[in-house]
């Protein structure tokens, strides 16, 4: 079974280089320091940091955090989850949100969801709400 959608690609520039490493899937910067993958309680809200601008990239749309200068890309998909996430939501919210827009199964879904937001909060792409 193939996921929903692919979280993202990490490209930091320095001078006209770019430098990147690949972890499971995801491109990091040499010497970030993602969070803890510690699973928030279903019912916290989550939202999207202010430390985060996004523009649209091809299908999908291009994340830059402020603080790290570190770029991410995500799919369609993930750019679905980003849009919705501009207001706090909880699993729950985006669940339904994902599993309704494209008629997908719930257990598909909710893996696929918690995937990537397991990288959102790994990357500081999310903040407390």
Avoid at 3 to 24: E, Y
Avoid at 27 to 53: C, F, H, W, Y
Wanted: hydrophobic share 35%; with cysteine; net charge neutral.
């Amino acid at each position: 079974m193939t996921s929903l959608f692919v979280f993202c690609q990490a490209t930091k520039f320095v001078g006209n280089c770019r430098v990147g490493r690949k972890l499971s899937g995801v491109s990091a910067m040499n010497g970030s320091s993602p969070m803890t993958e510690d699973r928030d309680p279903i019912s916290q809200r989550l939202k999207a940091s202010s430390e985060v601008v996004a523009c649209e990239f091809g299908e999908g749309i291009a994340l830059l955090h402020l603080k790290s200068n570190v770029y991410y890309s995500l799919n369609s998909v993930g750019a679905d989850i980003w849009d919705f996430i501009q207001k706090p939501s909880s699993r729950d919210d985006i669940y339904k949100y994902i599993e309704e827009k494209f008629q997908i199964q719930k257990e598909v879904c909710r893996a696929d969801v918690e995937k990537i937001l397991s990288e959102f909060k790994k990357y500081n792409l999310l903040s407390p709400s």
